[in-house]
């Protein structure tokens, strides 16, 4: 093959890497694909130049973000393009320093650095970041996954692309030492360093993974019974909600029948229900409609509702996604949704963007971000309860959680059960909901807690502390369930430690590059022939 077709070559390697990738995700979960796609960008990066390994990673992550966040053209194809071509630039970073360091022994170390460095960067910046496809949030069901709650998502994270790249550094020798032997059948066997280091990753992953899943703290108090509604919703996409109070009608309607049974005895009484994110379409501060069909559930129940609701404000066609704790007496307690969906419930740039994209007109007021942590301080069953609230998208996102779990100075404490509202109704038919049961799932597991989730139409149920699964709803179904949960408080070394984590994960791989001295000492490559040098791509 001609140099310039190896360049080629190369760069398919890369895209192709990045499907690979994308396919350990949900709902196809191939998970054994991901360090083998790793390994195939890494190993695509080391054998071009730099300009070619910047282009090589933004193809790998091309490929990659085109597989996971395909449900993004819900929102219309610009907008899935847009963010694919945005987060693939990530990506480009990591090939040029697999690329620039392909001479230097190590080199994959600083590309396993960059990597763990890009999720957290991207997960953050710009406007709000996106960190949906973190490699942790497909462990779930993995021999990994019981690490999560002792080093966090950053460090299984760590020890997923150190095990790819490091296949990928494994098979670059093993082909350099094939090449070698081709000159020289006398030279010595291949050595047996890189199968250490693998063999060395795969056994403290899969022990770490196997004792990590006997750790779970003591819950602190009686358990709660918790009624979760999903009250279903008539269509997809923008006009999933359908008519005018119809969503609220929805779930007043399953609440009904959920007090039903609940009278007929088939189910506990709750100390409190959850509607989900979207639960009413219209104000029900200002509504009077919406105000009379929550109020009137509140009434059958006989219990506080914590209900999902669009709100209006704080400013002129404004709006914010907030979460609201109604008594008999009214809302006692609030919270607004910090994390929001770009292009889904706000617009940057929106003087900029609506004339481009006109379908982007359809997502209406701007949603405002709320500013507080999560967590509801109210009363349930006669005692103070401090209700963690989490609303749909911010669960990707680290900080917001774990100011959640945790608590902060401004709520007096952390949460004490934890609940996510959302509404995956514009994205009905996608694998979307799968890959946001996932990183529900994840934060269960970091956080040792179990989750209750409450959605308009798609899986609503319990997610328990170990990340599983024990109940959720059909899809595109009304449904109500009555579920038991204790009462938690205790921190796992994931969320009180994170930050610790999130540096040193970026940290030691160039620690360890440097300790061994490598960082400053290009090694020679061995070639075929004296030319091969110069012919390389």
């Not at 190369?10 to 196809?28: D, E, H, I, R």
């Not at 481009?356 to 006669?382: E, F, H, K, N, W």
């Not at 774990?402 to 509202?421: E, F, H, L, R």
Request: aromatic share 10%.
């Amino acid at each position: 093959m001609s140099p310039r077709a190896t360049r080629w070559a190369w760069l398919g390697v890369a895209l192709v890497s990045g499907v690979v990738v994308g396919l350990g995700f949900p709902p196809y979960h191939v998970w054994p694909a991901i360090p083998v796609g790793l390994a195939g960008v890494a190993l695509a990066c080391r054998q071009v130049r730099p300009g070619r390994g910047l282009a090589a990673g933004y193809l790998f992550g091309v490929g990659f973000y085109g597989v996971v966040i395909h449900w993004m053209s819900a929102l219309g194809w610009p907008v899935l393009l847009v963010l694919t071509a945005w987060m693939a630039v990530w990506y480009a970073l990591v090939g040029l320093v697999l690329a620039l360091t392909r001479r230097w022994r190590g080199g994959w170390l600083a590309g396993v650095a960059v990597w763990l460095g890009v999720e957290w960067a991207g997960a953050r910046w710009p406007i709000g970041g996106f960190g949906w496809a973190r490699l942790a949030y497909a462990t779930p069901g993995t021999p990994i996954a019981g690490l999560l709650p002792l080093v966090s998502s950053s460090g299984v994270g760590l020890l997923i692309v150190a095990t790819g790249f490091g296949l990928g550094a494994a098979a670059e020798r093993w082909w350099q030492w094939r090449q070698h032997r081709a000159i020289d059948p006398t030279s010595r066997r291949f050595p047996l360093a890189w199968p250490a280091v693998l063999a060395g990753l795969l056994l403290v992953s899969g022990l770490g993974g196997w004792a990590g899943s006997f750790y779970q703290p003591a819950p602190d108090g009686p358990s709660l019974t918790v009624a979760v509604i999903q009250g279903n919703v008539p269509g997809r996409g923008i006009d999933a909600l359908g008519p005018r109070y119809t969503v609220e009608n929805n779930h007043l309607s399953e609440t009904i029948l959920a007090q039903a049974r609940i009278n007929a005895g088939q189910d506990s009484r709750p100390d409190f229900v959850v509607w989900p994110e979207n639960s009413t379409a219209t104000d029900p501060l200002t509504d009077q409609t919406t105000h009379a069909i929550v109020q009137a559930a509140v009434d059958l129940v006989g219990v506080p509702i914590l209900v999902g609701a669009i709100t209006d404000g704080p400013g002129p066609d404004e709006r914010q996604t907030t979460g609201l704790w109604w008594t008999s007496t009214g809302v006692t307690a609030v919270y607004h949704k910090r994390n929001l969906v770009p292009f889904g419930e706000w617009i940057p740039a929106r003087q900029f963007f609506v004339p481009l994209v006109p379908a982007l007109a359809y997502v209406g007021a701007q949603s405002i971000p709320g500013t507080d942590p999560g967590v509801l301080d109210v009363s349930a069953a006669g005692q103070p309860l401090r209700v963690g609230d989490i609303i749909c998208f911010e669960l990707a996102y680290d900080d917001t959680f774990d100011q959640m779990i945790a608590g902060t100075a401004s709520t007096g404490g952390g949460a004490q059960v934890a609940v996510v509202q959302t509404s995956n109704a514009m994205f009905t038919g996608t694998v979307q909901m799968s890959q946001q049961e996932a990183i529900t799932r994840v934060r269960a597991m970091e956080s040792r807690r179990e989750v209750l989730v409450a959605t308009t139409n798609s899986l609503a149920g319990l997610i328990d502390a170990q990340g599983r699964i024990v109940y959720h709803a059909q899809l595109a179904t009304a449904d109500a369930q009555v579920f038991t949960v204790p009462i938690r408080t205790a921190l796992t070394p994931a969320v009180a430690y994170r930050p610790v984590f999130d540096a040193a994960t970026i940290a030691a791989p160039l620690l360890v590059w440097l300790v061994l001295g490598l960082a400053g000492r290009p090694r020679r490559r061995p070639t075929a022939t004296a030319t091969s040098t110069k012919e390389r791509p």
